[in-house]
């Protein structure tokens, strides 16, 4: 089975992944924010058109999640991904509100293999979101570290 | 009611502000990386073990927004803040297991009056989560937007 997922080999330099579409619903930001950031602007539509996010917006926690669920789907399930340790660049441009739809992509800035774990190597990503109307509302950079194939590692 | 809430003026540089404890659990891993992030180390004791995680453990945006929820509960809700523009730095430092408790601490390193924006100001904090055995799980550093107070932005 794993000789069929990603492997470290399969992200090279320049390759882009596709991301979304993500529609993004008024009760998912009011849920979200409920348990992780109950601030007034990501809980109400009056409180958010009376903030400078201009209506009933998502925690930036929240868009952060969603665009993990993202990565999730389009490319980090089919490969053997060892998870991440933090995030380089997150940055929130644009308020995502209600009713908006997010896809991006992601691409693959750098790899190499890691010297303190034989076997395995970390790839470094670009990552771009965008709503429906072609703004960018969040723009980030991390690394993932992925197994190598049996045959590449031995 | 706004007069009693922390402005901007409150954030000095080396002001301090605790956070947590929260108790994480296995049903609360379960739940966000079914959602979110469902990477198998996220969603089985068994994967997790397997993993180099070593055990069921919270995807890093889990733990990210459980960080979100003690700023909230410490400062942010009783504070003018305005949000973020996003995050200058997030280290997942160490696995979040099943039935470990979260604790830290916000500082701020720096305050000054946003040009772009009369009234607001911004202040740079830095975070330290550790778990119940004195090991840093998370650090950050961001930035958020806060109003001042009526008097002293006039």
């Not at 330099?13 to 348990?35: D, H, M, N, Q, Y």
């Not at 925690?59 to 053997?80: E, K, P, Q």
Request: charged share 25%; aromatic share 6%.
């Amino acid at each position: 089975m794993s000789a069929e997922k990603l492997s470290f080999e399969d992200f090279r330099p320049g390759r882009r992944f596709v991301l979304g579409p993500k529609p993004v619903t008024t009760e998912e930001i009011i849920e979200f924010a409920s348990e992780f950031d109950p601030q007034p602007m990501h809980l109400d539509e009056a409180a958010g058109r009376a903030s400078i996010l201009g209506g009933l917006a998502a925690s930036g926690w929240h868009t952060s999640s969603m665009f993990m669920r993202m990565m999730a789907d389009s490319y980090l399930l089919t490969a053997l991904a060892e998870g991440a340790p933090g995030i380089d660049l997150m940055e929130w441009r644009k308020p995502v509100l209600a009713g908006d739809t997010l896809s991006g992509h992601s691409t693959v800035l750098e790899s190499r293999p890691m010297r303190s774990r034989p076997g395995m190597g970390i790839v470094k990503f670009r990552h771009e979101v965008e709503n429906q109307r072609g703004q960018l509302v969040l723009v980030s950079e991390n690394s993932v570290m992925l197994r190598m194939r049996p045959e590449t590692s031995a």
